[in-house]
């Protein structure tokens, strides 16, 4: 692995600021949730992270939670004290007519899970430290699974100590498109990520997250020459300035 202290760390580096500061890092960040201070900022995540599990587009998700904030509906047991048919309503409104049937009555069936499991508050699995432990308990939500869970523990890592998911795929295509120096396995490309954040002053979360949200508008990665002069960074960088 090539140290991001090393030679090229300095163009490393202005790359992971440049992705960040263009494509935007935390969507709980973008929603205005805090995870970091307590309080009910964790319960709004997990309502937001069930739109973002779903497949569908993060700009329409984005969009849909912040639809339902508007009304009133910051978390599941919010929503679980909506009527079916207006939880629908709120859904359209927001872009999410694909799957509105289905997750009004995902929201529902998890604000009863929510009370019954965790006594109303999702932050009680705070304490579970084993990884595995916790991802199957998210797992066991109606209608989460490993997609949901990861997109979850991704913004809550290094603030619960069981949030430890592995680097999501498509950050690792995109980090090695940019040749940022991530070519370890395992727990290693966290280690390697974190240390590219701490050199570019970043928060590894907004960084692995800003890597997905590259992958999900560069469809033809492939095609491109990547590193700092990437087409779509080089896009997307100019958009934002």
Known sequence: MVSAAGPSGGSQTATARRLVASLGGRYSRELGIDLDSGGTGVDQWFCAATLFGTRIGAPIAVRTYRVLVEAGVRTVLDAGERRWEDLVALLDAGGYARYDFRTATRLQKLAADVRARCRGTISTLATVSDPRALEAALDAFPGWGPTTVRIFLRELRDVWPGAQPPLDERALRTARHLRLPISQRGSGQIAALRAVAELAQLDVRDLETALVRLAL????????????????LVTETRAAG
């Open 217 to 232: 508008v560069h469809r033809d990665m492939p095609a491109c020459t990547g590193g700092p002069g990437c087409r779509k």
